[in-house]
């Protein structure tokens, strides 16, 4: 499976971005997929999950309220809806596919990885 990541940029805090990630080669739609960030000096930190379905997702706290998480199975695609940005947002955000179709916040969990979409949000 490959993953290709889009929609980053620079925006300013407060503002919104989508990013999309769109999975080629083999399809993910009977996987879990998840959003993982990772700030510029720091570990990769988990962001957000979605079951196979659609029907289950879990988000860190630190974006609960603020981002969104979704999929479009016919498309391939993973969706990040992210509103009220801070500058703590800024990372570079990759998404992912799980080996199976749980739904998961940990990356060993998922098997395949994009090389990630920059977002940078000023002050």
């Known amino acids: 499976v490959q993953l290709q990541a889009s929609g980053g940029g620079l925006v300013q805090a407060g503002g919104s971005q989508r990013l999309s990630c769109a999975a080629s080669?083999?399809?993910?739609?009977?996987?879990?997929m998840g959003w993982f960030r990772q700030a510029p000096g720091k570990d990769r930190e988990f962001v957000a999950a979605?079951?196979?379905?659609?029907?289950?997702?879990y988000y860190t706290d630190s974006v609960k309220g603020r981002f969104t998480i979704s999929r479009d199975n016919a498309k391939n695609t993973v969706y990040l809806q992210m509103n009220s940005l801070n500058p703590e947002d800024t990372a570079l955000y990759s998404c992912?596919?799980?080996?199976?179709?749980?739904?998961?916040?940990?990356?060993?969990?998922?098997?395949?990885w994009g090389q990630g979409t920059l977002v940078t949000v000023s002050s």
């Open positions: 979605i079951s196979w379905r659609g029907d289950i997702t």
């Open positions: 992912a596919v799980g080996r199976g179709s749980k739904v998961s916040t940990q990356a060993g969990h998922y098997a395949y």
């Open positions: 080669g083999r399809t993910a739609s009977n996987n879990g």
